[in-house]
């Protein structure tokens, strides 16, 4: 099994179309044998997510993800787990023992904040 962790810097991005690489982890019988680093690709619509695709992962961790990567990983058989934040090693060994779950709630709070930010910095401000 292949394992996809979004980062940005050394921790879980907070969100998939914003990571600056992953961390494809491999796991053989239940143990992780191998990690390797990739500096994502430019961000254009569905590019991240043919690029997971073609690292061979089977599974996806961000902090949260947008409608149209959710839908591509759906359409692939890709299982993504969203609303996770912090150490990828963490999460990867709470993935091994069934312990990770996504966390929806936290996931939309964490992409609505990344929007804001993203307009701000675009000049196009949200309204007060």
Known sequence: MKIAV???GDKI????????????????NGAIVGKEYFDMPEHR?????????????????AGSMGERARYIFDSLGIKYFIGV???PDEAVEKL???ELKSDEMLAKE????????????HGRGMPS
């Open 85 to 87: 934040l912090g150490s």
């Open 96 to 98: 091994l023992k069934g």
């Open 13 to 28: 991005s907070p969100h998939f179309g914003g990571s600056e690489k992953v961390c494809i982890y491999t796991v053989e």
């Open 45 to 61: 619509a569905g590019l991240f997510t043919k690029f997971i695709k073609q690292k061979g992962a089977d599974v996806v961790i």
């Open 110 to 121: 964490i992409h609505d904040h990344e929007e804001r930010l993203h307009h701000h910095r």
């Open 6 to 8: 979004m980062l940005i």
